[in-house]
């Protein structure tokens, strides 16, 4: 073999994938057809269990520090600022929770954050490399390459994007539609004169929902805008003039454009592979699903999608690689209906269209009655998101239950007495010896739903795999 895994697609599915692999030492390549990186926001939120997945890669830090939270929205009605609404509401952090609340970050600079890890670990992404073809069979996958080499690895994975060229190449059904009644005009630019301390609505007051929205992009001087377009409207210009022109249109004139970065029609696209598997051939991120930008799901899905593929390609176990396909395309489906759903408000111009709540933050997506999550009882069960809990060692040192589970392998957690390969943790009140952690708020046995002499297995994606309850 060339390498264990060729990776076609470097977005932040294919790079966090990269990332889970090479932090395992197993040997991977990442291609990407472009040759050059994309420079643009696409999208920008990132939900609040993708932030717990970037806290365990080692890169949550740098996307802290480069994004920004959410900011209220500016409502203009023919130029008159009329109301201010959030698209979240801001909740504080919980033992549980650390980070409930949505971030903001141009995908390009998220991009760039994790090539920056990925390269700690002493690879680098391809560029100008397209996969041309493969073949597989009983002992792995022929690929070739763009630039007339031809590798060798155990799988391919496919994270190239909605026009897929592995999916298309194994003939896997994108099955789902394109809503050609709907369009927007989507782009970054520069605007002279807005408060980037807020989003800005512009619309008429005769017609409220439709208009032309400007989110600030922390770390740029730009916004990212997204316009209505009206049914019919055909042969629409992207240009800067064009974009200037609509927002005069709404505005009075009172912003002045420049520094038009990208931008384009886009078009509702609600889609989902029929298959993400096609034997040592996966299909992840957008390749495998395809969704509305309405609560902000398509990037956050398909990070989780590489962080679930990671480890189990690195363990490679017929077990471990059958289970992703189920449990994966679930949480697609389920998120597809989401954004659907948000969609469907906002056409119908509901007043909360632009409320996003719990169900778009995937910090209760489950795995439950999946092939690797046997039934169980209580609150918390396997297959479930592992919570966060702080602790106290014998030196009285603060300890995060994250901060144990952080890195590439599972973690075992004994809640009281006995012996374990993992992390035994006191009821509060206790006295700490040795490694022994200390629950002295009692947050995590609350959170765990467990008694002393409770047995808990965090899988490598710090989802609950095994949970032995004491009797109460």
């Known amino acids: 073999m060339d390498t264990r895994v060729l990776i076609a697609g470097a977005g932040p599915t294919g790079l966090t994938l990269a990332i889970e692999l090479a932090r395992r030492d197993v040997p991977v390549r990442i291609i990407d057809k472009v040759e050059t990186y994309f420079v643009g926001s696409r999208g920008d939120g990132m ?6 997945v970037f806290e365990d890669l080692g890169v949550l830090d740098a996307v802290l520090a480069a994004g920004g939270p959410p900011v209220p929205m500016k409502i203009h009605l023919d130029g008159e600022v009329v109301d201010e609404r959030m698209m979240f509401d801001l909740v504080d952090p919980t033992p549980s929770k650390p980070y409930p609340t949505g971030w903001f970050l141009g995908q390009s600079q998220t991009e760039g954050i994790l090539r920056d890890r990925l390269a700690e670990f002493g690879v680098r992404v391809e560029l100008a490399t397209a996969l041309t073809g493969f073949e597989q069979d009983a002992d792995g996958v022929t690929a070739t390459l763009s630039t007339g080499e031809t590798v060798r690895a155990e799988y391919l994975v496919g994270a190239d994007g909605g026009k897929s060229f592995v999916r298309k190449a194994l003939g896997i059904a994108f099955e789902g539609s394109t809503d050609e009644s709907i369009r927007m005009l989507l782009g970054d630019v520069r605007a002279d004169g807005l408060d980037r301390a807020y989003g800005h609505w512009f619309a008429g007051k005769d017609e409220p929902m439709s208009g032309m929205m400007f989110s600030p992009l922390p770390g740029t001087p730009l916004f990212q805008f997204a316009a209505s377009l009206a049914e019919g409207e055909v042969d629409v210009e992207t240009a800067l003039p064009a974009v200037q022109a609509r927002l005069d249109a709404l505005s009075g004139g009172t912003v002045k454009l420049s520094g038009l970065a990208w931008s384009t029609v886009w078009r509702p696209n609600t889609r989902l592979a029929a298959r993400f598997r096609d034997g040592r051939v996966f299909l992840a991120g957008d390749a495998a699903h395809a969704h509305p ?4 799901q398509g990037l956050n899905t398909g990070i989780q999608d590489g962080y679930n593929l990671g480890w189990k390609l690195a363990d490679g176990s017929p077990e471990l690689l059958d289970s992703y396909e189920p449990e994966r395309r679930t949480v697609a489906a389920r998120v ?32 439950r009655g999946g092939p690797l999550s046997p039934a169980g009882t209580g609150a918390l069960r396997p297959g479930d998101r592992a919570p966060d809990a702080p602790l106290v060692d014998a030196n009285g040192k603060r300890v995060r239950l994250f901060e144990l589970f952080r890195g590439p392998h599972a973690t075992e957690l004994l809640f009281g007495d006995g012996e374990t390969t993992g992390y035994r943790i006191l009821p509060a009140g206790s006295v700490a010896t040795g ?38």
């Open 336 to 367: 597809l209906g989401v954004t659907s759903e948000l969609l469907r408000k906002y056409i119908d111009g509901d007043d909360d269209a632009h409320r996003r709540g719990e169900d778009t933050q995937q910090l209760d997506i489950t795995y």
């Open 435 to 472: 490694p022994d952690l200390v629950d002295e708020g009692g947050h995590a046995y609350e959170a765990y739903d467990v008694q002393p002499g409770t047995r808990v297995l965090i899988r490598p994606d710090n989802y609950v795999w095994s949970i032995s309850r004491a009797a109460s």
């Open 293 to 296: 930008p309405t609560g902000g």
């Open 47 to 52: 939900q609040p269990r993708t932030l717990e």
